[in-house]
């Protein structure tokens, strides 16, 4: 729809998804086949899609300002006021509409979000395997954590959950104490890991803005709520900010852009995904992110259980590709 996607190169497609509990009988496996869908998802890297987007914008007469940082963002009953600095200047910039997609801080002071901390950062990396499975993507369920592959060309994407201070020590380790490791949880599903890449982490924690919306401010993607990485949604729910937002401008343009009637339009065309995308991915982490004794027979049961519904697995699925109105 933007005119992007068609010139992407080195994308991977995610046809099937594994999903098993460590040490258990757990699982269940989600086909795009039987979604009639080519792909489930895809992996690529951000860089690339930044700039097919970049260029894709660039045929436009959108204008785009880089290397501005701003410091600040108020509004009143006509109009929102941004104060920036670009190449050593201070400027000043109104607008009927300033979409806040920032990740959040710019607006955190003076509206605080609400913050569950997990106790988990995340551990992200490339590695190789011997026998890699090409468009199957695996997440497995352990005590520590979740943890996925994620196809990429001749590998894997590793995104990795464990508790803070776990993470630290697994960040000194070298490769092959590493590779250790992921043989241990996974198995030899992939055959043998055989390298891996540079160690990123980052904290994780569900934040929330109690306020999507001010007078002529809207915030969409991570400045909105920001999501544990164990259903992949956090960016999914982004795109369908943005996409429900160009429509609701649409619908309003051009007097009542940035209008009250807009900012509650758009509030309510994203209620009831926004709400149950933060709860399925919440109540998962809740569910599969700890070591309860009486919650793994629990979980087990629930995986095996959903392999063999065939329309709850539909469900799912669809959820997570398109959301509550998907």
Known sequence: RLGAWQTLQNVSG?????VTQKDSAGHTTLRADDLRV?????VLPYTALHAAVQNAMHQTDIECLYGAAVSDLSSDKQQSTIIYQH???QHTLTAKLAV???GGQLLEAKHPPQITDYGQSGIIAHVNTDSPDNGVAFERFTSQG??????YMDGYEL????AHAQVETMLGWDDATFLRFLQGHFGDRVGNFTDIGKRHSYPLRLKRAPDITFPHIVLIGNAAQTLHPVAGQGFNMGIRDAWELAQTILDHAPDGIGSAAMCKAYRDSRRIDRNA???FTDGLV???SNDLPLLGPLRSAALNLLDHIPPAKRFVARRMMFGANG
């Open 14 to 18: 995610i046809k099937v998804i594994e």
């Open 277 to 279: 995308g933060i709860r």
């Open 286 to 288: 809740r569910l599969f």
């Open 38 to 42: 080519p792909d489930m998802g895809y």
């Open 159 to 162: 995104v990795l959950t464990a």
């Open 146 to 151: 979740p943890m996925a592959l994620l196809p």
């Open 100 to 102: 806040v997609a920032d």
């Open 87 to 89: 190449n050593g200047s």
